[in-house]
């Protein structure tokens, strides 16, 4: 049997009683540098639920840029290297927020307007602010210079990091107060 669908099955069956042993969970990542005054918000309802991402970024050139979570919440270099490669606990390759088989970090574009900012909200079942392999929490976000081509640009990085350009800013995912 799949291993996702095990899982899903494990979860309907105890999600009953894990809801009454939790609360919500709510994290954010605010941005220090070159997005310095953006940030966005993660909330969880229960460990089965979506994650709901809000976010508010300034100081972005008008356009899209990629925007991923990536493996290390490490800050200490101005250009964001020590944040690793994109989040990907299963080897998948990279592509767009929707895909199946794509990085768990894998957040898509987000859309910059010539008033040079952009304001977002979507929904994803592919990380968690709940412990697991799917846990944000202590991961690094990053907004990068150029849009994602989601996996299907053709160049030799598109099925890596969607060639999307340097990395702008990063931030760390951390819990929030509820």
Known sequence: MNQKILNTLIAL??????????TAMKAIAVFQG???GSHVSFKQADPFSQVKVSGHIENLAPGKHGFHVHQYGNLLSSDC??????????NAEHGSRAGTN???????????SKERFSTFHFSTTKISL????QSVIGRS???HEDEDDLG????????T????GKRLDCAVIGYDKE
């Open 102 to 112: 794509s990085h768990a970090g894998d957040l898509g574009n987000i859309t910059a």
């Open 13 to 22: 069956l105890l999600s009953p009683l894990l809801l009454l042993y939790h």
């Open 130 to 133: 709940f412990e697991g392999e």
């Open 161 to 164: 990091t969607g060639h999307a």
């Open 152 to 159: 299907k640009g053709g160049f030799p990085d598109s099925l």
């Open 141 to 143: 976000l990053v907004v």
């Open 34 to 36: 070159k997005l310095k």
């Open 81 to 90: 290297a020590n944040c690793g490669g994109h989040f990907n606990p299963t």
